[in-house]
């Protein structure tokens, strides 16, 4: 079982299951506003497609758990996107799940300017690049909670 730590806004107990796919739930339920789609959604229909053009082997992410390798990486990522989650030391449940290391930087940093081309090249570039800025650990099974980190 490889060790992990998430981010997460609700209190869990040690020994809780966080089971994947969360994010992609959410996204899957928003709903247009007046013919309009927000961004964050389209990135992630972008993602998806690029995943399954570049690394179909890949867990979505739509249906992972998002994870950093490191307490130091969980905390940075806390500090700049998430400062009233909780942070949690995880361990993977499947002894050997698919899991991809990303650049969240590319997923979830806003963007200025034109948006199709730059899309589609921050898309692909999740999956295909190896050295990862920001890196996020995207886990493609459930995990268990081991301990949390205040």
């Not at 040690?14 to 992609?24: F, K, L, Q, R, Y």
């Not at 959410?26 to 570049?54: C, D, H, M, P, Y």
Request: aromatic share 10%; charged share 20%; glycine share 6%.
């Amino acid at each position: 079982m490889a060790i992990f730590f998430h981010c997460a806004p609700i209190p869990l107990r040690v020994g809780s299951i966080i089971e994947p796919g969360n994010w992609g739930r959410v996204i899957k339920l928003w709903q247009t506003s007046n013919g309009q789609v927000q961004v964050q959604a389209l990135n992630e229909v972008a993602f998806e497609l690029a995943r399954r053009l570049f690394a179909p082997e890949k867990p979505s992410r739509l249906n992972c758990v998002f994870a950093a390798r490191t307490l130091a990486e969980a905390q940075t990522y806390r500090s700049a996107h998430a400062s009233t989650n909780l942070i949690y030391e995880i361990e993977t449940i499947d002894p050997s799940p698919a899991i991809h290391l990303g650049d969240y930087s590319v997923a979830i940093e806003p963007h200025s300017g034109r948006y199709f081309e730059p899309a589609m090249q921050r898309a692909q570039s999740y999956w295909t690049e190896t050295s990862p800025a920001s890196p996020e650990v995207l886990i493609g099974g459930a995990v268990r909670v081991l301990a949390r980190h205040d």
